[in-house]
């Protein structure tokens, strides 16, 4: 029988900060007793609201899985390199930057479809304007990214229909069913090819595509460069670089970076021939959007006025657009270095802003994040997902399997009334939360309105944070969430920290006894893909090499930790102490935060997304070396590694879960 609606205990900042300096939460470890039979809440609560009806549901989790198998498929084909319609040199490169080569393709399409997609009726949409899954897939990434996704559909003329579809993605994709069986009509085909000049299959579109149109920066020229070549220059290569043939100019990622910034710089939004032509265009990305108002014109134009007072970006007496445009690259030296410190000079008292507002000036695409950075870095969550089995056909099928989703979708109320509760904390989900997480926000406009009515605010999603930021905040996460709702955050069975095993499992038997009924949609139903969900995720754990030494060194000494901590465990279990099943779980995944996707810099404050040496975008997470994100709406205290390097973190690791100062699981 299903109990009552979760009603949660106030989160105290002050108690909760108190609370780091004391003994971490227990670890949720199985007993030999049977577990209770899992009990899902009749209704959720978030910030004091009441659903009677949950903001994702059993269905749309079920086709967002089916979704994210497609995309394994996908990889798996590429990073085989055995088709035969992947050119030559392609075969020849390694699966990683194999896969980060097609992915850049892939953003290419996606491009194309976003200035030719149509609207229309679902069924009618489906038939005639879904998108190949290679773009799916880059789609489904973008999303993942709300803020800059909202921001950018309302600023960038090419994301229109994209704000006008709302939540067309996961709707078409529960209407569609097996999206990995899903065949194009050849009519589809036809229309497809029309819009985008490329074959409607990916890999006979990947056959086909060797070069990519540039501008370049000094003379504006339109230059075709190859997307590979064998000295690793080509533009989906980490080292990208061509002379232009009109001027002999070095064109390069930053100098495409530099050019975009200078090409909007270059709107005069007092113009208002300007502002009829794209309404937002007019303003710089990152500085339209908050997260309490989604069009803060009064914000976005006194930043596009200060940044026009200074003489590198102010406009020539007579001046035209291009020749503006060529005046800005010249008086930076196409340096988003000097694009960087003239700006902090200009804005000394908001330089988060400034950074946050670089970060969409990586290189020549209209979008503000790296989309082939964004979909490489959402591959551990679909691996994880696919470890889990969880995207196998028919996994879900049985209704006594459906309660893992149900708990799922339980546990995300949860976090975002976690989220609600503290505005100033960087809160980290774990994977079954992230998967519900994700799939609400690929409900585009529905995510939006949701966070607005139960949160008060927007919620953004970073999919990029520094590993020891994001290690220590998952730290606080875990402490805030049990002291939020009277259980543990975490049970996948990450080594136990602490005193003795029978001390913390006496403890958390006593807190639980005591605890509210109302909490048990909280706890896991007895199965072991459940308790494995309750990880950290951390797949938008990057490593800054500006802060590489220390990195490192923290990730040591999580490791040293989680091997003791496994050393100790093996004993309790041999001395029956511990449950078995308990330690077999720990040993079934890796410890959080040991294993970062590589963020690779290109300056002291910027960075480049590479795969195995294909690059990711260009400047990459580029000058957003701050976290934001989740609970923030902004960027997270201390940036990137400020106030997270030198924290703990990771299951098991030192500060992290479980660890010395970690979080309430003791054991992503």
Known sequence: MAVGPIYPKPVDDKDMNEDLKSEPPAYSASTSEDPPAYSPPSSFTINGQSLSVPLVTIQQLKSHLRLLRAFKELRTVVEEGKDARLPENVRALEAPPRWGWFVGLAVERFQRWAQTVQLGPLDEWVQHELPPIDVLMVWHAYTLNPSWYAED????????????????????????????????????????????????????????????????????????????????????????????????????????????????????????????????????????????????????????????????????????????????????????????????????????????????????????????????????????????????????????????????????????????????????????????????????????????????????????VEENHLATSFDITCRAWEQRFEVPYMHCGCPLPGDTIGQRLTRLKRRLSNASNTSNGLIPPHRADALSATHASEHNSVLVPDHKLLTESQRKKRAEKVRKRRERDEKNVREGKMDESALRRGRDHDAAFLYPVPFYAYTPVGGCVAYGGIGAGGLGGGFASCAVGAGVGGCASGGCGGGGCGGGGGCGGGGGCGGGGGCGGGGS
Not at 249 to 274: M, T
Not at 387 to 394: D, K, R, S
Not at 448 to 464: E, M, T
Request: hydrophobic residues 40%; proline residues 4%.
């Open 153 to 464: 559909c309302l600023r960038l003329p090419i994301a229109a229909t994209l704000q006008a579809l709302n939540d067309r993605l996961l709707t078409a994709i529960v209407a569609v069913g097996d999206i990995g069986s899903y065949k194009a009509s050849e009519t589809r085909k036809i229309s497809w090819a029309e819009m985008t000049s490329t074959p409607f299959d990916p890999l006979d579109a990947a056959a086909q595509m060797a070069y990519h149109d540039v501008d370049c920066a000094q003379c504006l020229a339109c230059v075709s460069v190859p997307y590979i070549t064998s000295d690793g220059t080509g533009y989906a290569q980490h080292k990208f670089a061509f002379t232009c043939p009109a001027c002999g100019f070095a064109i390069s990622k930053e100098s495409l970076a530099v050019l975009k910034f200078a090409r909007d710089v270059a709107v005069n939004h007092r113009d208002p021939a300007e502002r009829e032509k794209s309404p937002y265009g007019i303003y710089l990305a990152g500085t339209l959007r908050t997260s309490t108002n989604p069009k803060d014109e009064a914000i976005a134009q006194i930043i596009k006025d200060i940044i026009h007072r200074k003489a590198d970006f102010s406009q020539p007496p007579a001046a035209t657009k291009e020749q503006w445009v060529k005046a800005i690259v010249k008086q930076t030296e196409c340096s988003m270095l000097k694009v960087l410190a003239t700006l902090n000079v200009a804005m000394q008292s908001n330089r988060r802003r400034v950074r946050r507002m670089l970060s969409a000036y990586t290189d020549d695409r209209p979008f503000s994040i790296d989309l082939v950075g964004a979909v490489v870095r959402q591959c551990s969550f679909v691996d994880k997902m696919h470890h889990f089995g969880w995207t196998e056909p028919g996994y879900f099928d049985d209704k006594e399997d459906e309660v893992v989703l149900i708990h799922a979708i339980a546990r995300y109320h949860g976090f975002l009334d976690l989220m609600s509760s503290s505005i100033t904390s960087f809160f980290v989900p774990t994977l079954d939360i992230d998967l519900a997480w994700h799939t609400h926000q690929m409900m585009t406009k529905t995510y939006q309105n949701d966070c607005a009515q139960y949160c008060k605010r927007y919620i953004d999603h970073d999919d990029k």
